[in-house]
């Protein structure tokens, strides 16, 4: 009796290890199902690469973003435009290989199948073993072309705000200079018109309006070149192109 009861206990030992075996190993399949699924889905394109950067996996976000297929991709690896990014990219992983350091992200340009280049930026964690021996990476690629596009012109556009200023402020330092001059000559000319008007002959009187008048006259002229440059800056500026004598323009300008 004793015997039969060793049997039936080691028959449901064995029974139930197998059952737990057996539970142990749906969960296992439906996790790495999970795991499959959210990797293929993902927008990110995904890659696993062993201690060498040879591609061991691929994810189809990660072919759609380059045109190749798989079979590509796996034999051919990362495809470079140049060998000096290729070179530079292995010097890298080289570093993260001997060093361990703690993961950052690293940017490079890869070639499509279509011949176009984009820039990315891969994010990476290492991959370990049981016995954490380094097995290789798993990397997230992420397609920065248009933010780098965009990064660009912001910087372009903001090179033009900065040349843009300066030369207003330079503008601004010489038209202050420019209106001091013809308010200086006004002043200057009514003091001595005030003090010799009982003394001093009428053609000298004249000579001090006629230089008030022309100092005037060039003011309004800086004043209206002031407004003008509003206008500009508002985009309201109105031309009016006319005919003009270059020879009474210079002449002008020179005295």
């Known amino acids: 009796l004793s015997i039969l009861v060793l049997l039936l206990i080691s028959i449901i030992r064995l029974y139930l290890t197998s059952s737990e075996k057996k539970i142990e190993t749906q969960n296992r399949q439906k996790s790495e199902m999970r795991h499959k699924q959210l990797v293929d889905t993902i927008p990110h394109g995904i890659l696993e690469l062993d201690t060498f950067g040879r591609v061991a996996y691929v994810n189809p976000a990660y072919l759609k973003m380059v045109g190749f297929d798989e079979e590509e991709i796996l034999s051919k690896g990362i495809i470079f435009p140049s060998l000096k990014e290729a070179q530079k990219t292995s010097a890298i992983l080289k570093i993260i290989r001997d060093n361990r350091p703690n993961p950052f992200p690293i940017f490079f340009r890869h070639k499509t199948k279509y011949g176009t280049v984009i820039d990315v930026q891969m994010d990476w964690s290492y991959k370990l073993d ?111 192109f006319q005919n003009n004598d270059i020879k009474i323009l210079t002449h002008k300008i020179i005295n």
């Open 130 to 240: 049981e016995l954490k021996q380094l097995e290789g990476f798993i990397c997230a690629i992420t397609n920065i072309t248009e933010r780098k596009k965009a990064e660009k012109m912001l910087k372009e556009a903001k090179i033009q705000a900065e040349t843009a200023n300066e030369t207003k402020s330079e503008f601004l330092a010489n038209i202050s200079h420019e209106l001091r001059t013809p308010m200086h000559s006004i002043l200057s000319f009514s003091g001595f018109g005030l003090k010799k008007i009982d003394s001093a002959p009428k053609e000298r009187i004249k000579h001090y309006f006629e230089t008030i008048q022309d100092s005037a006259e060039r003011l309004m002229v800086l004043l209206n070149d002031l407004l003008d440059l509003s206008k500009l800056e508002a985009g309201k500026m109105q031309y009016d």
